[in-house]
């Protein structure tokens, strides 16, 4: 097949660039969630993406720089996987090296990968990407989890808590400094949060936060969910400020989310963490999510020349 590549072009190609995921979402990790990440203030520099199409200038494979995550994030259709991963992965590499003394320059970048695409797996790691898996006391490892079965019912708040959804672009000020706390980087902008608004597969009355007796907002949970003839949600993200970690509001939050997600469709709803990161893991298992496939961390640092 004849393939090219070609620069982004912004908001317009967003919709494609979805589209692509979800034609197979069972070799994509985000896919509900992906409207997430493409809202990303990385997208707001078309260096950090690219593009390949077929003779038909239909698209077929993408990857974008995700700085915000140091992560790259790939897509390519099956049937051109083993000719475009490997193509993508090289402008990695050529766009790492163009970005060396300046602020884009990242030591390192990381792909996310089923554990089970062996295919990909060996193009990530001829490419030079190593397994994150067992590097000592800095392994790192993810999972995707399911959650099935009946609608939740709503989990019990402590008295002067309420979980609501977030007061649309009004709110995305405040949103966007508590995420900023609770993650403990400066990555959430509030104009990355308002895009998400209005972003493919969001949900407004999934878009949750919990406020606090004094009006303070102590958590967020966001649902996304990808219609279709099986309708599937998505958490992403999920946090909750450290003074309040021990009230059970991750719990309440991700309950509410997931009732509001099955109670429009969603038979399933997914969820991804880390394995290592066993408060997270525990809390999703608490609410009915079981694991379902491994996720694997390939790191590939910057190339010196």
């Known amino acids: 097949m004849k393939t090219a590549r070609r620069p982004f072009r912004g908001g317009a190609d967003l919709a494609s660039m979805t589209a692509l995921a979800t034609t197979s ?23 950090n993406v690219a593009l390949w199409v077929d003779g038909g200038g239909r698209l077929v494979a993408w990857a974008a720089l995700q700085f915000p995550f140091s992560a790259v994030d790939i897509v390519a259709r099956p049937d051109v996987e083993a000719l475009l ?52 006391e800095d392994s790192w490892s993810r999972v995707l989890l399911r959650r099935t079965g009946p609608v939740p019912a709503p989990a019990p708040l402590e008295p002067g808590f309420a979980v609501r959804p977030l007061a649309g672009k009004a709110e995305v000020d405040a949103y966007a400094e508590l995420q900023r706390v609770v993650f403990g980087t400066k990555n959430m902008t509030a104009e990355w949060r308002a895009r998400t608004l209005d972003a493919a ?39 909750v400020l450290w003074d309040y970690r021990e009230l059970g509001l991750g719990a309440a939050l991700l309950t509410e989310c997931v009732r509001r997600l099955m109670v429009r469709s969603a038979a399933t709803v997914l969820a991804e963490t880390d394995t290592y990161r066993t408060p997270a893991l525990g809390l999703y298992e608490s609410v009915g999510f079981e694991p379902i496939r491994d996720v694997l961390v390939y790191r590939k640092n910057t190339p010196s020349q």
């Open 25 to 47: 979402p069972e070799d994509n990790l985000h896919v509900a969630d992906l409207p997430y990440r493409l809202a990303s203030w990385a997208l707001d520099d078309p260096r």
């Open 85 to 136: 991963v490997p193509e993508a992965l090289e402008w990695v590499d050529d766009q790492s090296r163009a970005a060396r003394g300046t602020p884009r320059q990242k030591a390192s970048w990381y792909v996310h990968v089923f554990a089970d695409q062996a295919k990909r797996l060996r193009l990530l790691e001829d490419a030079g990407y190593v397994s994150q898996a067992d590097v000592g």
């Open 201 to 239: 597969h969001h949900v407004a009355e999934a878009d949750l936060v919990v406020v606090a007796p004094d009006g303070r907002l102590a958590g967020f949970c966001i649902g996304w969910l990808l219609s279709g003839e099986h309708p599937v949600g998505q958490i992403e993200p999920l946090g």
